[in-house]
């Protein structure tokens, strides 16, 4: 599992927009009433900006427990008073005081014997009633700590129960006036959002989340694309930029006059990135592998077309989020001569090539 996930942030609205982060819910608390999003991940990004603005979400889980004179609820802001960090199969206790006095929770790590990707949180028998009959309110959460503060989720515990967590590193990005650590719906969040999940949604742990002109949002795998001119962010030290870029094209021009031969076999310069589209897929018969230690390995090989001539002599191209390798693709040629070897079967890789489909292709 990859040790950091990045989100970079595109806004191509009018304005300036502040982009908040939200974790998505696992299964045993999706659609739940009472359990609100809560996140103090925030950046403001002006439009258009030249530069790079992005979420490190790190793949830390962190329980939290925390009690206070705020009920839990929609709007309002609530922090873990104690936090602990948390891997799969850890089982956590926190034990809530009865009022009077008005005391916070103590959490400890009670064993690892969670199922394997599960983490559960128990609480005590502390009277729930009595205590919020005094304005004492107990408040639990699930999440990741990141360098922008908790992301996560939040709920009120009941006395004598157990949480069972599967997590999920799947998250939404929304702009808006959202609080830090002030809770909110997430039927609201989610409506209102891109959603980015792992691995889909991300390459080499990358993905670009870029808010358009009109409101809508899109999510491209891996950092975003570097323009040389950028619209309307342009000064004039990219237009410099761009009149010395033109000048060593046309010098190169100049040099392909002269060495057409050479550069035919061997082009002087060329992209490390394309994004294409799917037309048409053809498998090639692909032997068993063999291989008896690995028997749900899967390999298989075929021919990809896409709809642009091919600017480089790429590496690997990733669809959906899996990566294949390229054993032929000629500069120029819209045919890929491509290969795949993992553990998914050969039914689902097969699914992923359908016409239209967006393709991203690198060299290594």
């Not at 595109?10 to 009472?34: M, Y």
């Not at 992005?54 to 009690?67: D, E, K, L, R």
């Not at 009077?100 to 949180?121: D, E, F, H, Y």
């Not at 699930?142 to 992301?151: K, S």
């Amino acid at each position: 599992m990859a040790d950091n996930y990045t989100i970079y942030l595109v806004n191509k609205s009018a304005g300036d927009q502040i982009f908040w982060c939200f974790l998505e819910e696992p299964k045993e608390l999706a659609g739940q009433a009472g359990v609100f999003a809560n996140s103090a991940a925030s950046l403001a990004v002006i439009p258009n900006y030249p530069g790079e603005n992005y979420f490190t979400i790190p793949v830390q889980f962190v329980v939290g427990a925390g009690a206070s004179n705020n009920a839990v609820g929609l709007n309002v802001r609530v922090t873990s008073a104690i936090t602990q960090n948390a891997s799969l199969t850890d089982q956590f206790s926190a034990e809530y005081a009865t009022v009077p006095p008005n005391k916070g929770p103590v959490l400890t790590m009670t064993g690892n014997r969670a199922a394997p990707t599960q983490i559960s949180i128990a609480s005590n028998g502390f009277n729930q009633a009595t205590n919020e009959n005094n304005g004492w309110f107990s408040n639990m959460s699930f999440g990741i700590n990141t360098a922008a503060g908790f992301m996560g989720m939040t709920w009120s515990p009941f006395p004598s129960q157990t949480r069972t967590l599967t997590p999920i590193l799947n998250f939404y990005v929304a702009v808006g006036s959202y609080g830090a650590n002030t809770l909110a719906a997430y039927t609201t969040v989610s409506n209102k959002s891109a959603h980015l999940t792992t691995p889909n949604s991300f390459l080499r742990n990358e993905a670009t989340v870029t808010y358009t002109a009109t409101g809508a949002w899109q999510v491209t795998p891996g950092k975003p694309k570097v323009s040389l001119l950028a619209g309307a962010a342009t000064t004039m030290d990219s237009l410099v930029d761009a009149h010395l870029y033109l000048a060593r094209a046309h010098a190169d021009l100049i040099t392909l006059g002269e060495q057409s031969r050479y550069l035919l076999a061997e082009p002087t310069r060329q992209e490390d990135t394309q994004e294409d589209t799917v037309v048409s897929v053809r498998w090639k018969s692909s032997p068993a592998m063999g291989d008896e230690a690995a028997p749900a390995l899967t390999f298989l090989a075929g021919t990809l077309t896409v709809t642009t001539a091919l600017i480089a002599a790429f590496t690997y191209f990733v669809l959906s989020g899996v990566e294949f390798q390229i054993a032929s693709a000629p500069v120029g040629g819209t045919t890929i001569d491509f290969t795949y070897s993992g553990n998914q079967s050969a039914a689902a890789i097969q699914a992923l090539f359908t016409a239209g489909a967006q393709v991203f292709l690198g060299r290594q």
